[in-house]
């Protein structure tokens, strides 16, 4: 599955004036002012993409408020059942892991630290046995010790998906794939553990057993679904409304859909946490429900970041740039948006005819429908984005990046596959999406043109999991061509790549392998990659699975998606990551009092 996120971006009607105004054009001349000049209460922000592949004004000076705003509640604020990207990322303020991601800009957040243990495990040399010893010093905020048992019952309840649902299931997956274990509260055992996949023969002490090796398991271990829940305090659905702390911020007070507050947490050790910098004195979120409201509220000063970070809206955006562009970040966010075939709907069946599309779109008018090149994002030419080890941006097997339509191989495509003259389909979007509809849009003109017949079909974006994510419903809506987005879980071939092309992850419902791929060339290639611990040389496994992938032409990338993310001038140590999709570090966030 991927990290859910939302989406708020401005609207077909207004793409042209969205265009201009990130390339410095309007009416009144001299868009995107060229003085950087910060807005966030005063002051000069530090300049534009001050906090891409760098740390934006540095400091370790304690103390203040900082003030986030959304428009988007998180799914879940309880660490095993949370799968909302930004929740993910701010959950480190009051969950800790065993290991987590690295505190630095970029890419090098795709590296791994020791969090709760000591280092990054002992590992067997069959690859399927991990062994962690606990750190001294790490405490719950009443100062009680974290045990080995407190993170083996908090995994455990990954398994109670009738009861607390929602979360990622990768735990279960590599520990008990068989789905034997029934969860900690169907548990007939007196403590309460008894998956015999994880052993804790003392307090500091756990140990995993895995079905066969899996390269991503240290990365499964720093999502959010395998921090520790004490088994006292887990009063199961309702533990969203105030988890207990293991961070160095606990709950002082969260009105859902309204307002929340994170305190410090005296009884947290900084001398067992080299990851977190814990500056601020509190934390604070208000939950909105106006976007245009939100964005003017950041650019006056009255709160410092947009939780959900999934891009300013197109009036909000053009203002920053022009006022206040020096407050801006411009990062990718790992995700890629794309149309995929299903051959289960002819005639995409035959690899020409899905061929034919993606020559006959016009790739430069598909970005400028997702906003253009900051808004929405690079010109995609393969399925494997930037920030997953193993991405080769120069492997561009259609010339995507030249950015117009080939015409003439279109043609060339549509005679092999049988089609001279064109065929029918229907194009399946989102209608909460208003950039997805602008891209369907725009590949109905570009087909158009070679003879293939679209028409449209926006259906309720909250109903996915049962429309195109049903094959046989996708079947009987004549969804040729689907319009979607995606991104990883973690950042590797396998968070990003499996569920979208592996054909032993087809469903019923819910599936996300729209195409229905079943390439067992492709399938074998991702348990060699999976199987490998080595990333770079895992990368290199999963570059081969991409280009399969492509080869077949089973989807058509848009953009390796990029968005404009504001930052107050208040903020300190400021950067983006990409283990959390382009978003900020939150957990070493600081403010100018």
Not at 67 to 88: C, H, L, N, V
Not at 136 to 160: H, V
Not at 231 to 260: H, I, Q, T, V
Not at 352 to 363: E, F, L, M, N, S
């Amino acid at each position: 599955m991927a990290t859910q996120r939302t989406s708020r971006r401005g609207t077909v009607a207004g793409a042209a004036l969205v265009v201009a105004a990130l390339v410095g054009v309007t009416a009144c001349g001299g868009g995107g002012s060229s003085k950087d000049n910060g807005g966030g209460g005063g002051g000069k922000g530090p300049g534009f993409n001050a906090g891409v592949e760098k740390v934006a004004s540095p400091s370790d000076k304690k103390g203040g408020e900082l003030k986030f705003i959304a428009t988007q509640e998180s799914d879940s604020w309880d660490p095993q059942r949370m799968y909302y990207g930004f929740a993910w990322d701010f959950a480190r303020y009051y969950t800790r892991t065993l290991v987590t991601s690295k505190p630095a800009p970029g890419h090098e957040s795709a590296e791994l630290v020791p969090d709760m243990a000591t280092d990054l495990g002992k590992i067997s040399d069959d690859k399927k046995t991990y062994t962690f010893t606990l750190k001294d010093g790490i405490t719950w905020e009443d100062g009680r010790p974290i045990t080995a048992q407190d993170i083996k019952y908090g995994i455990e309840r990954t398994w109670a998906q009738d009861k607390i649902s929602g979360g990622p299931t990768w735990l279960m997956q590599v520990l008990d794939p068989e789905k034997k274990y029934k969860g900690p509260y169907k548990d007939e055992s007196k403590d309460k553990l008894g998956l015999s996949a994880i052993e804790t023969p003392n307090e500091k002490t756990i140990t995993f057993k895995l079905a066969k090796p899996n390269g991503d398991f240290l990365q499964m271990l720093a999502l959010p679904a395998a921090a520790p829940v004490p088994r006292d305090k887990d009063n199961a659905e309702k533990y969203n409304l105030r988890p207990y702390s293991s961070g160095p911020y606990k709950f002082e007070s969260y009105s859902p859909n309204k307002s929340m507050v994170l305190v410090r947490n005296d009884k947290w050790n900084k001398d067992s946490d080299k990851v977190r910098k814990a500056l601020p004195d509190k934390i604070s979120i208000k939950f909105t429900t106006n976007a245009d409201a939100m964005d003017s509220d950041l650019i006056a000063g009255n709160y410092d970041v947009d939780l959900n970070a999934t891009g300013m809206g197109s009036a909000g955006r053009q203002k920053a740039l022009q006022t206040a562009k020096g407050n801006l970040d411009n990062p990718q966010t790992g995700f890629i948006r794309y149309a995929a075939f299903p051959k289960s709907v002819a005639p995409f069946d035959n690899e020409h005819c899905r061929k034919a599309v993606i020559y006959g779109a016009d790739h430069t008018s598909l970005q400028t429908a997702r906003g253009g090149p900051q808004a929405g994002g690079d010109i995609g030419v393969n399925m494997l984005p930037p920030a997953v080890t193993g991405h080769d941006g120069s492997y561009d097997p259609y010339n995507l990046k030249q950015g117009a339509a080939d015409i003439n191989k279109a043609k060339e495509e549509l005679k092999l596959c049988g089609k001279p003259e064109g065929f029918k389909t229907t194009i399946a979007v989102r209608n909460n999406k208003p950039q997805e509809i602008a891209t369907a849009e725009s590949l109905q003109a570009s087909l158009k043109k070679i003879g293939i017949e679209t028409q449209i079909d926006q259906y309720d974006g909250a109903q996915s999991q049962s429309v195109v994510g049903a094959p046989k419903n996708v079947k009987n809506k004549n969804y040729g061509i689907i319009v979607f987005g995606w991104g990883a879980d973690f950042p590797s071939g396998q968070g990003f790549l499996q569920p979208i092309v592996d054909g032993r992850f087809i469903l019923d419902t819910a599936n996300q392998n729209y195409p229905e791929l079943n390439d067992p060339k492709v399938n074998e290639l991702m348990d060699q990659a999976i199987a490998e611990t080595d990333p770079q040389k895992a990368g290199k496994i999963y570059q081969e699975a991409n280009k399969k992938v492509m080869e077949g032409a089973w989807y058509l990338p848009f953009t390796f998606e990029k968005n404009i993310i504001w930052r107050s001038s208040r903020l300190t140590n400021v950067y983006t990551t990409d283990a959390f999709n382009g978003r900020y570090d939150y957990a070493s966030l600081g403010v100018v009092k």
